[in-house]
């Protein structure tokens, strides 16, 4: 049967839920951040902020996209 989805939910969807929650709090937090300094900041330091906001973002977001495949298959 599918005894198995309260516990998937409770222990799976909720700290998923509750870490990317975080995550994306503290990524939003950071860009406001940085964009409080304007163009106090070189060309090249924007180019590597706006590169290093995009890695972060695949590397945090990934893992829940790999996740989310194969719970949607057997959910």
């Known amino acids: 049967g599918r005894h198995f989805i309260i516990p998937a939910l409770l222990f799976i969807i909720l700290p998923y839920a509750l870490s990317y929650s975080a995550f994306l709090t503290l990524v939003l937090l950071i ?3 940085l964009r409080s300094f304007g163009t106090a900041l070189s060309k ?3 180019l590597m902020q706006r590169a290093f906001y995009q890695m972060q973002m695949l590397q945090g977001f990934l893992p829940l996209a ?3 495949v194969p719970f949607c298959i057997f959910v």
Do not use: A, E, G, N
Request: charged share 45%; net charge positive; hydrophobic share 45%.
């Open 31 to 33: 860009r406001k951040r």
């Open 44 to 46: 090249k330091t924007l």
């Open 66 to 68: 790999i996740m989310f």
